[in-house]
């Protein structure tokens, strides 16, 4: 680890790595498979920051804006996003982005020169926390190529940390804005038949004891951006049954393009457009793979994840496209990112008094006169 890059397995602090990179380096040192890749810190985003903004006069005017005046907002937000865009990145920065590139791309191919497609992926300091969400309020790049196109794109995703929900979000909590910084997680794309996110309980009943999964083909860009209604199923985390099991129709499907062509937004093909993205095999080993990840962390997670054609394994994970699943289905399952689930969290009751020994104490307590 150096003060501006970081190996994914080693990302440790969210103040160094943001939320997401915290999170994936956990994930991997706990085991879980996830895609490699490096971490850009906030160390860098500082660095580019002082050349931006020397004496931190923008962020100062977007921690005065008031939360309800949205044409400020935007006003002011798009101000600092082309002074972050226009500023001279730093030397130290982008030769430490490079190098870290690169290693990447020799760790993939085995050979030096080659310029794989990765996933480039904001990892702000404030996101992903059991007190509120940012998800999807900054921005993700997948399928750069190329050293010069990573160095545009992390500029790109420090710049969305100044987008105007972000912001307007960050503004009705009253957060400080001299302290926020942000990271930028770069990962090897991979290509999986199928894509999704799944919660470690109910969204819709808060229920603890299931494992809610949501998944569409191919990327999951598709359900992110709400080009598609996705498949739906609920497992029973007690017996492993299916207890639910919605199939929708999924009318589109985006595709990852190798070569640095990004993702291509396609009708799906009509073979595919009404058959379940999973079998019951994969959805169990989803479920049991959420179980480890809330077990590890100790309360219920809000997963993203991907399932691959083959085991992943170097080079650079890829799928062909097909439905049938060869290897076993646990061995196919990469994580992209897990994060405090937050819709229940706040919701769940506080227990009126402590556990007693027996019920009969917690009514002689009443008249004070415990035995």
Not at 31 to 45: L, Q, R, S
Not at 54 to 65: K, Q, T
Not at 88 to 95: D, I, Q, T
Not at 301 to 314: G, H, K, Y
Request: proline fraction near 7%; glycine fraction near 10%; charged fraction near 20%.
């Amino acid at each position: 680890m150096t003060e501006f890059v970081a190996p994914l397995a080693s990302a440790g602090s969210p103040a160094d790595v943001g939320g997401k990179g915290a999170s994936l380096g956990e994930l991997s040192r706990a085991g879980v498979a996830v895609p490699p890749g490096f971490v850009v810190t906030t160390g860098g985003f500082r660095a580019a920051m002082a050349a931006a903004d020397p004496d931190g006069g923008l962020r100062a005017r977007v921690e005065a804006l008031p939360a309800d005046d949205l044409p400020a907002i935007a006003r002011v937000t798009a101000e600092v996003r082309e002074r972050i865009s226009a500023a001279a990145l730093p030397a130290s920065v982008a030769s430490a982005i490079t190098a870290a590139y690169a290693a990447l791309s020799a760790d993939a191919s085995g050979t030096s020169g080659s310029d794989p497609d990765v996933a480039v992926r904001s990892s702000a300091t404030m996101e992903d926390s059991s007190a509120a969400s940012f998800a999807g309020l900054q921005d993700t790049y997948l399928g750069v190529a190329g050293a010069s196109g990573v160095l545009g794109h992390v500029r790109r995703c420090w710049a969305s940390l100044y987008n105007d929900e972000s912001v307007t979000y960050r503004r009705r909590l009253g957060m400080s804005e001299q302290s926020l910084a942000m990271a930028v997680v770069v990962q090897l794309m991979v290509r999986p038949r199928a894509a999704g996110v799944m919660f470690t309980r109910s969204p819709v009943t808060g229920d603890r004891s299931v494992v809610a999964i949501e998944g569409t083909w191919g990327l999951g860009s598709a359900l992110v951006a709400g080009d598609v209604t996705p498949d739906s199923f609920i497992i029973s985390k007690i017996t492993g049954e299916i207890t639910g099991r919605r199939i929708s129709a999924k009318d589109r499907i985006h595709s990852y393009l190798p070569n640095g062509r990004g993702v291509a937004v396609a009708e799906t093909p009509a073979s595919l457009r009404s058959a379940a993205c999973l079998t019951d095999d994969e959805i169990r080993a989803l479920a049991a793979i959420a179980g480890r990840v809330e077990a590890h962390y100790g309360v219920p997670q809000d997963i993203e994840w991907a399932l691959l054609e083959e085991p992943p394994s170097p080079p650079v994970p890829s799928v062909p496209t097909g439905a049938a699943a060869a290897a076993p289905a646990a061995g196919r399952i990469v994580l992209l990112q897990s994060r405090p689930e937050t819709v229940w969290a706040g919701r769940t009751p506080v227990p009126v008094a402590a556990p007693k020994a027996r019920a009969a104490d917690h009514v002689l307590a009443l008249f004070g006169k415990p035995l």
